[in-house]
């Protein structure tokens, strides 16, 4: 399948330097399973290239001046994959966290997890707790790990919050649904990137993703590097961001 994100553009120059870079990108890591099989190697191996190609990928995107990189790491549907798959990816979790927490600090990534943790083990959540910590006054981008996430069940949780707050229907906005949802810290994403071919987004960042771009590619999660995120931020630049508005240009002045 060709990338049909862009196909339009194609034949566009190539945006300016230093034009518009996403301060957000929301990123869909799939087709590791694919990568792993095309190489008659099991599933798990793809993932753990996975976590290889995530590391340099927040180092790339931060070079080029992403502020967020949000990750759809195990979502709330991920539960349904057998369960050695699952055990596999909770503890890949902790020894990518063992193994790469000192460099991404040392990196100056600020680690946000945004997700369910009721349902993780204690030793997950205590290691989660021990990256977000030891991250915190980091400023160079922020990765936010989405883990056993599911849009729904944020939209769903901060209208929990609203209920059990006693919340007045009246009071009930969009701002306050947003300062209550996982991705509170961060603005809505600008660019919403998905690997591996498929064209959805899988229950990922709804209510955020509203007006982000998006940027579908057939290249496997563990290929996905610098000449990869390069052709995205080109085609994000390229992209006409109107929110539901016009052009100032497209108006016709009132006639006097
Ligand atoms: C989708 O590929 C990928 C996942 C469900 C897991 C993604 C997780 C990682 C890359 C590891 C993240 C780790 C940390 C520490 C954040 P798939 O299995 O659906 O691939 P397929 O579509 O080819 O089967």
């Not at 052709?231 to 929110?243: G, I, K």
Request: glycine share 8%; charged share 20%; hydrophobic share 45%.
């Amino acid at each position: 399948m060709a990338d049909l994100s862009d196909a339009h553009s194609a034949a566009l120059p190539a945006p300016p330097s230093g034009g518009c870079v996403p301060r957000h990108v929301a990123l869909v890591m799939d087709g590791n399973g694919r990568w792993a099989k095309q190489r008659f190697m099991p599933r798990f191996f793809g993932h753990k290239q996975g976590v290889d190609a995530l590391v340099r990928a927040v180092d790339a995107f931060a070079d080029r001046g992403v502020q967020y990189l949000t990750v759809f790491a195990f979502s709330s549907e991920n539960w349904k994959r057998p369960s050695e798959e699952v055990s596999g990816l909770m503890g890949l979790v902790l020894v990518a966290v063992s193994k790469y927490l000192t460099k991404l600090a040392g990196d100056g990534v600020r680690i946000r997890i945004v997700g369910d943790r009721s349902a993780v083990s204690d030793k997950l959540r205590s290691a989660w707790e021990h990256a977000e910590e030891m991250t915190r006054e980091n400023t160079r981008i922020t990765l936010a790990v989405a883990f056993n996430y599911g849009g729904r069940w944020d939209i769903l949780q901060a209208c929990r919050k609203a209920l059990s707050e006693g919340l007045p229907a009246q009071a009930l906005d969009e701002a306050w649904l947003a300062q209550h949802m996982a991705l509170s810290f961060a603005p809505d994403p600008d660019l919403f990137i998905r690997t591996g071919g498929e064209m959805r987004i899988s229950n990922f960042l709804l209510w955020q993703a509203a007006y982000s771009e998006l940027f579908f590619t057939d290249c496997l999660w563990p290929d996905f590097g610098p000449a990869q995120i390069d052709a995205a931020l080109a085609a994000y630049a390229r992209r006409d961001r109107r929110f539901g508005a016009i052009h100032p240009n497209q108006v016709v002045p009132e006639s006097t």
